[in-house]
């Protein structure tokens, strides 16, 4: 049973920074991509940031130049470290992975991104 558990989350004032941390549990597979979705009140869940196995990354383009996405293939991790955060990045930010050589998709429970003064 593979799990992604996620940390790192809180509450930040505007124009702070964060640092949010993925790891698969329980995992003996590989992952083709691993990343960061959102979701705020009212709004559907969007992408973040992903990173594909080989070192390729896209992100939104509302978090490009404030956000970078890092990974560890070999560990299953996945680090999203955010700065210059806005009101506007309040979500919940999921962890997504899915596994290598499949469409198998796995997910966080989510952690919480506050940004308020």
């Known amino acids: 049973q593979v799990q992604l558990v996620e940390s790192g989350g809180g509450l930040v004032q505007p124009g702070g920074s964060l640092r949010l941390s993925c790891a698969a549990s329980?995992?003996?597979?590989?992952?083709?991509?691993m990343g960061w979705y959102r979701q705020a009140p009212g709004k559907e869940r969007e992408m973040v940031a992903r990173?594909?196995?080989?070192?390729?990354?896209s992100y939104a383009d509302s978090v490009k130049g404030r956000f970078t996405v890092s990974g560890d293939n070999a560990k299953n991790t996945v680090d999203l470290e955010m700065h210059n955060l806005k009101p506007d990045d309040t979500a919940v930010y999921y962890c997504h992975a899915v596994r290598l050589g499949t469409y198998i998709v796995y997910w966080g429970q989510g952690i919480q991104v506050t940004v308020s003064s």
């Open positions: 990173i594909i196995v080989g070192g390729s990354t």
């Open positions: 329980g995992s003996i597979f590989s992952m083709r991509s």
